[in-house]
């Protein structure tokens, strides 16, 4: 079974890597929406836990909690581990929140440290030093 430490790194080197949110805009509401996909492949931290073959864009809109994603999330790395729900909701919050500043990957490796610090986590070693 996967840890919560192994899906807090992955998620979270995963959006560093990447370097952008995954967003998508939506002209009709004048705003930017967080996408477990987003344009030009990139995903959210909880995206990063989803394979590419099991994603679905019936994932869209729906949060981390609900049975669907929940479902995607088990098929693509087994069964959670206890405290994952939390942990999930934490990262989603996250790389949602830091989307809407402009200068994203300083705020979204801030939060994800406070992360890391409520769930006991260590904070992964990250890629150009960007940390």
Do not use: W
Request: charged share 20%; hydrophobic share 40%.
């Amino acid at each position: 079974m996967i840890t919560l430490q192994e899906m807090f790194d992955r998620a979270v080197l995963g959006v560093v890597t990447q370097g952008k949110p995954s967003v998508t805009a939506v002209a009709a509401v004048d705003r930017i929406l967080c996408m477990y996909r987003g344009e030009a492949g990139t995903k959210c931290a909880v995206g990063h836990l989803i394979n590419d073959a099991v994603y679905t864009p019936e994932l869209e809109n729906k949060g981390c909690r609900s049975k669907i994603v929940q479902a995607a999330l088990e098929q693509s790395i087994g069964e959670l581990p206890e405290n994952s729900t939390g942990l999930l909701v934490n990262l989603q919050r996250a790389h949602d929140g830091a989307s809407e500043f402009s200068d994203f990957l300083p705020e979204f490796t801030a939060l994800a440290r406070l992360i890391a610090t409520d769930f006991h986590l260590t904070f992964p070693e990250l890629p150009n030093a960007s940390n």
